[in-house]
């Protein structure tokens, strides 16, 4: 502020100081009791309304909490979040919006107070960038009331009509500033978390039940912008140094450190610098606009100022239907609103469907309620009631402005269902993409699953189309379904199912539904994901079954119900894993598929495929994996496999491009009789090329796979590839650990000396900083078992031993696995390394594999 400016500010405030003397009632003992309630407003002694800290509006949970939990330490004794509704004095600091406060008068308001509220409104707008305009049909707004008595306001914009009272007492300049600093987001300076530094609070001059309107903020509850302030004892937040004292003559309140001159703790003549920088701070008033919208294509825009505050409005071309917001704001923070829209081709023939709950004259866009349910969705705008679940704002708009429908779970039971269903729905043969974003945000979030169905029919599993499951973050997520073609009319169905507990808030919004050939602007505007990964130990992770397929994939872990078909267990976390399967007994035939599909995935260039699969058994029928361009329809086979694999599982690579929005499946169909169940696991889809494999994985089938025996005099012993049994009764495998006829590799003890030792040792691995697996079955029975270590060894020579074992551990074999993440940023190599103990002491591994992720371990 240059030197004129202050002194025009400081003359102002003499001039609003002698209004405000004028104004005061003289000095009588019948009205001591009005003086004394001017000169602590904040006190509003015998105000019967649920306040805070004296004048800062609250509501009735948030008073008892306050009331019973602050100690003389001025701290609360319970974290003040732990309480179920979301509380108004929970919002900190919730800013206007625009930098824009609606305001209007009760009607008992005189004009001569009305021009004392808008004088004080005048300096505000003077020295900050916030601009107060009478309300005409805004949702948010104050309502400056005159009652009897009570000066009050709520902190910051709290949604809807909003009151700043003003009674007798209160009408004067630095008091209704005050109150509409507090309407404005401002907090009491003595309030501020790091105020022990800067004042002492006299306890024993407080009435206990006052004690309350003493407490400090925590950090959490904190602006930092406002921490970064000076501390300011001038300001008109200030509580007076005797503010609800037992005895007025004594303070409530001494300061730490001197005054600055002609600073009056306390001071109601108007605001003071520091006030204005925490407003001009808090409503980043150094950012004057914002960038260019850009382009929209097959439309345009309106409106081409681009200052804070201001609007542009999007129109789209004759055939192009506008999907998201119609109109955008030049948000404080430089940034727009809500985001950029797409205009998408439709016609009478191939009709697009889109639905943002924003029409006020049909704001479900014809969707209806379902009455089978127990629950309804209901239309709202701004946050949820609870804190912790649901959105703040809507998606199309991102403004209080903007509507979505949600499911509220507070008072509700677990498990119950709202059902949300669409208008009949007919396209002949079109390939429909159905695009919706939902908001699940929550400890205790439920399920939100999409039903296809024909009319009037109950809904069912074998109408699913997608289920999500649990918290998918604090935000909006886009989904993007592209559903099978039907040709008979049929309904889509949004199920909301509430989880166990308040923190299960369901929300969509902006619901499209089209031909898929016309998604192409759509697919890149909302950011479709590029990648994907499950292992299905924890479900699907968003991959679906076809609807259109003759069975579904099972979700199993161990062995599949039929002997000499199907693996034993996950490749990669033998007891714990899951995997997919296809069961290929009876009631199927031969020729019957399942099919398991990708989310739609975004993005263009390589892609990387990565999964596992298994095909072993007499009757072993096809795995073919697909990929088909969402917008044009064209798919391609990126690999297929047919017939008797054997048993084990094998790890697969497929390079692959994509220009567009696509999706990979999953076909496996049944062969000629009941042995042919086909598994797969652990599916990734990365960006960019396919990095080589090496061998890491061998059942010692064929040969060693690259492992070899190390040189004498390194170890004296060798590692032997064999099956069936040792040579040596009492001790060693009888077999193969998955067939009679498999191999192992396995050290024979007899004619050993105690401590020989045989190393096998793997091709070399290169770095990853991400890690790797490493699984092995080992096999040690025998009285005098030795002792079994792996190890790794980098190329410069440092060892680490991963795990150990000794001892007789059981005539059967054993599985393990590790992680290997600390090989110092070097390529190594895995040994395997057999000590021995006696001549019965056989010691045998099996299926060893190396693979480039982390294990889960048990």
């Known amino acids: 502020m240059t030197m004129l400016c202050w002194k025009l500010y400081v003359i102002t405030l003499v001039y609003y100081y002698i209004l405000l003397v004028k104004s005061l009632p003289l000095y009588t003992p019948e009205n001591e009791s009005a003086l004394e309630e001017y000169f602590n407003p904040e006190e509003n002694l015998g105000v019967n309304i649920f306040l805070t800290e004296g004048d800062i509006l609250i509501d009735r949970e948030e008073y008892i909490l306050r009331q019973s939990k602050t100690d003389r330490s001025g701290r609360h004794a319970v974290d003040v979040h732990t309480r179920q509704r979301r509380s108004l004095d929970l919002q900190y600091y919730k800013t206007w919006y625009n930098r824009t406060v609606p305001y209007m008068f009760d009607s008992n308001f005189a004009p001569e107070y009305q021009r004392l509220v808008e004088a004080a409104i005048y300096q505000i707008q003077n020295v900050t960038c916030i601009r107060f305009k009478i309300r005409q049909s805004e949702k948010d707004y104050i309502k400056f009331t005159k009652p009897d008595t009570g000066c009050f306001s709520p902190v910051g914009r709290t949604g809807g009509k909003q009151e700043v009272s003003l009674g007798e007492g209160c009408l004067v300049h630095g008091i209704i500033q005050h109150e ?208 912790g679940t649901g959105p703040n704002l809507d998606h199309t708009l991102g403004t209080v402005y903007g509507t979505y429908v949600y499911v509220e779970a507070s008072s509700r039971s677990p498990g119950q269902k709202a059902r949300l269903i669409s208008p009949l729905i007919n396209t002949g043969s079109s390939r429909l993409c159905l695009v919706f974003f939902t908001f699940m945000y929550g400890d205790n979030m439920g399920n939100l699953t999409v039903y296809v169905t024909q009319p009037n029919r109950n809904i069912n599993s074998n109408n699913e189309v997608l289920t999500l499951e649990g918290s998918q973050g604090e935000q909006w997520k886009e989904v993007f379904l592209h559903l099978e073609k039907s040709n008979s009319p049929f309904t889509i169905v949004f199920e909301g199912s509430l989880g166990n507990g308040y923190k299960s808030d369901i929300a969509i919004d902006d619901i499209i539904l089209g031909d898929c050939s016309t998604f192409k602007p759509l697919t890149v505007q909302v950011g ?69 599909r990708t989310p739609v995935l975004g993005g263009e260039g390589r892609r990387c495929l990565t999964f596992y699969y298994h095909m072993f058994g007499d009757h072993i029928g096809s795995l073919t994996v697909r990929m088909v361009n969402i917008i044009s329809g064209v798919d391609h086979i990126l690999w297929a496999a047919s017939g008797n694999k054997g048993n084990q599982w094998f790890v697969q690579q497929v390079d692959y491009s994509v220009q567009e929005a696509h999706e990979v499946s999953f076909e496996a169909s049944v062969g000629p009789g009941y042995r042919g169940d086909i598994a797969i696991d652990s599916i990734e889809i990365a960006t960019g090329r396919c990095h080589e494999l090496p061998n890491f994985n061998c059942s010692f089938t064929e040969d060693f796979c690259g492992w070899v025996n190390a040189p004498t005099p390194g170890d004296m012993l060798d590692w032997t590839r064999h099956r069936g049994e040792t040579d040596t009764s009492d001790t060693g495998p009888e077999s193969d650990r998955l067939s009679p006829g498999g191999y192992y590799v396995y050290v024979e003890s007899s004619r050993t000396i105690i401590g020989d030792t045989a190393r096998l040792v793997s091709p070399t691995v290169s770095y990853s900083p991400s890690g790797y697996c490493l699984q092995f079955w080992y096999h040690m029975y025998g009285r005098t078992s030795g002792n079994l270590t792996v190890y790794t060894q980098t190329d410069i020579g440092q060892e680490t031993i991963l795990w150990s074992a000794s001892g007789n551990q059981g005539n059967d074999w054993r599985s393990f696995n590790a992680n290997i993440t600390n090989t110092h940023g070097r390529d190594f190599n895995v040994i395997f390394q057999a000590t021995m103990a006696g001549f019965t002491g056989d010691i045998a591994i099996d299926d060893i594999s190396i693979q480039k992720s982390l294990c889960r371990l048990r």
């Open 180 to 387: 509409i600093l507090h309407a404005l987001g401002l907090w009491h300076e003595q309030s501020r978390q790091d105020r022990d530094e800067y004042i002492k609070v006299l306890w024993d001059n407080i009435p206990k039940e006052h004690w309350p309107n003493f407490e400090a903020r925590t950090l959490s509850e904190s602006h930092q912008i406002f921490l970064n302030l000076d501390y300011d004892y001038g300001s008109v937040m200030h509580y007076a140094n005797n503010t609800f004292a037992i005895d007025r003559q004594k303070p409530t309140l001494i300061p730490k450190r001197d005054l600055p001159p002609g600073v009056v703790m306390g001071q109601r003549l108007g605001m003071s610098a520091g006030d204005k920088d925490k407003l001009n701070a808090l409503y980043r008033c150094d950012i004057t606009n914002c960038s260019e919208p850009g382009r929209l294509t097959n439309g345009w825009i309106d409106g081409g100022d681009y200052l804070v505050g201001s609007r542009i409005f999007y129109n789209c071309d004759i055939g192009h239907v506008l999907i998201g917001a119609s109109e955008r704001v030049c948000r404080d923070l430089g940034l727009w609103s809500g985001e950029t829209p797409t205009c998408l081709p439709t016609n009478p023939f191939r009709p697009l469907r889109y639905c943002n709950f924003d029409n006020q004259t049909s704001p479900l866009c014809g969707w209806t309620q379902a009455n089978d349910d127990e629950l309804d969705w209901t239309l709202l705008s701004g946050p949820t009631m609870s804190e």
């Open 528 to 596: 479709l994901s590029e990648a994907i990964q499950c292992n299905f130990d924890s479900g699907l992770c968003g991959f679906f079954q076809d609807r259109q397929d003759d069975m579904d994939w099972l979700l199993n872990m161990g062995k599949t119900s039929t002997l000499e078909t199907g693996p034993d267990c996950d490749p990669l976390d033998c007891q714990n894993g899951k995997y997919l399967y296809i069961e290929s007994s009876r009631p199927r035939m031969m020729g019957n598929k399942a099919k398991l």
